[in-house]
């Protein structure tokens, strides 16, 4: 539980560097800095923001990293191990829906290849 505190507070912080440095934007915008110490003032407030910014996704992308390998763990934990074995080669089962048994009737083979009855049958083979 204590670990999602920490994932919230991560996430406000992003979000208020994020505003401030959108806040920042528009205000030099609007009021241009006019001597050298505002303009080294604003670089700073950039950057420190920035340098904020950075950390906290870092933060959380190590903290999700973590959370995604546990999660693997556990979904790996709770797998039952299946063992499938196929004992009919591929090419029979091929061979069995290309050539069908001839003890089949025309009539089911039909339908299964999508003919709804007997008329539609002797249509397509006209």
Do not use: C
């Amino acid at each position: 539980m204590g670990w999602i505190v920490v994932d919230v507070l991560v996430g406000i912080g992003l979000v208020t560097a994020s505003v401030f440095m959108a806040y920042l934007g528009v205000h030099v915008t609007f009021y241009p800095p006019l001597d050298d110490k505002d303009k080294r003032k604003r670089k700073k407030q950039f950057i420190m923001l920035g340098v904020v910014a950075a950390a906290l996704t870092i933060v959380q992308v190590v903290r999700n990293g973590f959370a995604q390998k546990e999660l693997i763990d556990a979904v790996k934990e709770n797998t039952p191990k299946v063992q499938v074995t196929n004992m009919v080669p591929p090419s029979t089962v091929i061979q069995q829906a290309v050539q069908p048994e001839s003890n089949v009737p025309l009539k089911e083979r039909a339908f299964a290849f999508g003919f709804k009855d007997q008329k539609a049958l002797w249509q397509r083979k006209r």
